[in-house]
T-cell receptor
Framework: GEDVEQSLFLSVREGDSSVINCTYTDSSSTYLYWYKQEPGAGLQLLTYIFSNMDMKQDQRLTVLLNKKDKHLSLRIADTQTGDSAIYFCAEKGTYKYIFGTGTRLKVLA | DVKVTQSSRYLVKRTGEKVFLECVQDMDHENMFWYRQDPGLGLRLIYFSYDVKMKEKGDIPEGYSVSREKKERFSLILESASTNQTSMYLC?????????????FGPGTRLTVT
């Protein structure tokens, strides 16, 4: 079955790097996504990666994809207090999108 | 700028009431989705629709129904609200196709059933 797993919490100090990990099960997913949810808001697409890529970099964000292990990670460089939010990884199935449980990132000043 | 709006940000209803949650998107998207979000459980799909008057059950459809009479509007109905339906409800939409097709989300409706 389809399932996406993430750790629930991560705490880092301002200026450090954050790494949020995700494992998924559907190897046929063509796209994998990272969404950010700020307090009291809906989800916004942060970045995504096509399944034939290993890495994607977008300013402070680096996405790594290990298809063999079905492992996806999001690295945020120079983490700022404004990065405090819940981060969801998601995969696109045939008709549905499968979301992880979300990782709450807390950035300590 | 793309936009998904939901009729209410906060809603308080009594047990047994019929509750309507409305979602409107202005992007001419074919697909629309309703999720509920609960701490530690992530987003769970309730229903989705891939066209007007079409609907498909998601993972947790019990106690809910939906209506899609117009392409831009997707309504979630709680036939008889219960306390275990207290949750954050998120609507999303997306285009059909083989491209990136990310979902666009509304701001959410936090529903409390007392």
């Amino acid at each position: 079955g389809e399932d996406v797993e993430q750790s629930l919490f991560l705490s880092v100090r301002e200026g450090d790097s954050s790494v949020i990990n995700c494992t998924y099960t559907d190897s046929s997913s063509t796209y994998l996504y990272w969404y950010k949810q700020e307090p009291g808001a809906g989800l916004q697409l942060l970045t995504y990666i096509f399944s034939n890529m290993d890495m994607k970099q977008d300013q402070r964000l680096t996405v790594l994809l290990n298809k063999k292990d079905k492992h996806l990670s999001l690295r945020i460089a120079d983490t700022q207090t404004g990065d405090s939010a819940i981060y969801f990884c998601a995969e696109k199935g045939t008709y549905k999108y499968i979301f992880g449980t979300g990782t709450r990132l807390k950035v300590l000043a | 700028d793309v936009k998904v709006t939901q009729s209410s940000r906060y809603l308080v209803k009594r047990t047994g009431e019929k509750v309507f949650l409305e979602c409107v998107q202005d992007m001419d998207h074919e697909n629309m989705f309703w999720y509920r979000q609960d701490p530690g459980l992530g987003l769970r799909l309730i229903y989705f629709s891939y066209d007007v008057k079409m609907k498909e059950k998601g993972d947790i459809p019990e106690g809910y129904s939906v209506s899609r009479e117009k392409k831009e509007r997707f309504s979630l109905i709680l036939e008889s609200a219960s306390t275990n339906q207290t949750s954050m409800y998120l609507c999303a939409s997306t285009v059909v196709g083989t491209g990136r097709n990310e979902q666009y989300f509304g701001p959410g409706t936090r529903l409390t059933v007392t």
